[in-house]
């Protein structure tokens, strides 16, 4: 991403399922990013994520 002539790496991962918000097994409700946060690890079931976004939950998807 940038912003004002700088790029910001907010989000690492690649894209697994067709489904919307498949990666992170539902959708994040509250979502939001600080630029100047440093990435985080965040594990999933089947995969991690590297990323400065927070989220206060994810609401479930169902199963397809």
Known sequence: ?????KEYSIWSMGKMSKHKY???????????CELT?????????????LTACQWDKIEKSPKE
Do not use: V
């Open 1 to 5: 991403m940038f912003y004002d002539s």
């Open 22 to 32: 498949g990666e992170l097994e539902g959708k994040p409700i509250n979502f939001h």
């Open 37 to 49: 946060d440093e990435e985080t690890p965040i594990r999933f079931e089947n995969t991690y994520l």
